[in-house]
């Protein structure tokens, strides 16, 4: 158990360093430009980020864990030390925002 919350800080540090709003006016960027890190080849367009990645830090980090728990909400709030309601709430609060995400996606 030690390990996964290790694994999640760890989580939560990288997905802190992808900026997803532009720090001028805050719309939502797109990805330009993609590298291969063993060859450099780049491939360069323009990208959506998909919904997944435009949720915060610790969105992306409950999502990660609740799959680890194989979506049990009971595992979730053993493992936050919260209540079942409060980790449901959480839950869905995050299904609305994907929601939000996707029909973004859908008006573009």
Request: with cysteine; aromatic share 2%; charged share 30%.
């Given at each position: 158990m030690k390990h996964d919350v290790m694994i999640t800080k760890w989580?939560?540090?990288?997905m802190n360093d992808l900026p997803t709003l532009c720090p001028s006016c805050r719309?939502?960027?797109?990805?330009?430009?993609?590298?291969?890190?063993?060859?450099?080849?780049?491939?360069e367009g323009?990208?959506?980020l998909p919904?997944?990645?435009r949720l915060?830090?610790?969105?992306q980090a409950f999502v990660v864990s609740f799959v680890k728990a194989s979506g049990s909400l009971?595992?979730?709030?053993?493992?936050l030390g919260f209540s079942y309601p409060t980790v449901r709430n959480r839950l869905d609060g995050l299904i609305e925002r994907?929601?939000?995400a996707e029909e973004g996606d859908e008006k573009r």
């Open positions: 989580m939560v540090k990288i719309s939502r960027l797109s990805v330009k430009r993609l590298t291969c890190e063993k060859c450099r080849t780049e491939v323009a990208y959506a919904p997944l990645a915060s830090c610790g969105d009971k595992e979730m709030a053993r493992l994907l929601a939000e």
